[in-house]
Nanobody
Framework: QLQLVESGGTLVQPGGSLRISCVAS????????IYWFRQAPGKEREGVSFISASGGATSYADSVKGRFTISRDNAKNTAYLRMDSLKPEDTAIYYC??????????????????WGQGTQVTVSS
């Protein structure tokens, strides 16, 4: 059974940078495609980024394209989301999810098998 734990969320000033991590245990992360979602207060969960199991394919929501970078280190069983030029509207709980199914950025949240507990990112001065 795959377990995911996110970390690295914190308070950061607008324009700042942050890298959050998603560490897997219980299974080999290289089997799974990784999805990053976020949920702001009062809003629905939205897909932010996707990376394929091999790392060869990535995709980003328009709202973060050019500012966020997804990556993974299968040897460390870890996925990352690097966030640059952060804006107050990036404030949300960020979740990683994993599934052997390849949905790409349009993954249905309810259809993904494994989720972490989330990490809070707050962008504010």
């Amino acid at each position: 059974q795959l377990q995911l734990v996110e970390s690295g969320g914190t308070l950061v000033q607008p324009g700042g940078s942050l890298r959050i991590s998603c560490v897997a245990s219980g299974s080999t992360l290289s089997y799974y495609n990784i999805y990053w979602f976020r949920q702001a207060p009062g809003k629905e969960r939205e897909g932010v980024s996707f990376i394929s199991a091999s790392g060869g394919a990535t995709s980003y929501a328009d709202s973060v394209k050019g500012r966020f970078t997804i990556s993974r280190d299968n040897a460390k069983n870890t996925a990352y989301l690097r966030m640059d030029s952060l804006k107050p509207e990036d404030t949300a709980i960020y979740y990683c999810a994993a599934d052997t199914a390849y949905y790409g950025l349009g993954a249905p949240p309810d259809g993904l098998d494994y989720w972490g507990q989330g990490t809070q990112v707050t962008v504010s001065s």
